[in-house]
């Protein structure tokens, strides 16, 4: 499997289901309650957090373009989560979200890269050549190949026809691959 060198200069892109929660393959994460970390992403982001500069969450969320869930509920799932990771040691530095509906003419969804550039945006000293993007996805892979970054996937259900850099079964599992 190959290695990735990294220093705290480097900034750790995760997708939100999938990486760090159960995804709901049948629909849409829409409560506290239907919010379930996955095994072993204390553990991991717990190393991988003294490590990077910035961890950033980019996450899909057409439930909400589609009024499935209200942009309060979103945001209470998401500030929850931060909680619970901050509780360990964890620091998320910011969630970023795209809410509009598939193929929307302002399309923030990934792969399209806007989520990225706006974290860049925010936190200037983001170098996309010094950044890891991980997801369990396609789309999650392809976001971080158009801006230049490391992709990692994480394996699930989902069928990726996209080579990433790296693939394991967690997030422990890549803190444990990465060279610091």
Known sequence: MPEIKIDSSWTLFLDRDGVINERNFEGYITSTSDFKFLPFVFKGLKKMSKQFSRIIVVTNQQGLGKGIMTET???????????????????????????????????????????????QNEFPEIDFKKSIMVGDTGSDLQFGMNLGMKTV????????????????????????????
């Open 73 to 119: 509920t979103l945001d209470t799932i998401h500030y929850e989560m931060c909680k619970a990771l901050k509780a360990e040691g964890i620091i998320v530095d910011k969630v970023f979200y795209a809410s509009n509906l598939r193929g929307a003419k302002m399309d923030r969804r990934k792969p399209n890269e806007a989520m990225g550039i706006e974290a």
């Open 153 to 180: 996937l994480i394996h699930s259900a989902e069928i990726v026809t996209i080579e990433p850099d790296i693939k394991v079964n967690n997030l422990n599992e890549l803190a444990d691959v990465l060279i610091f």
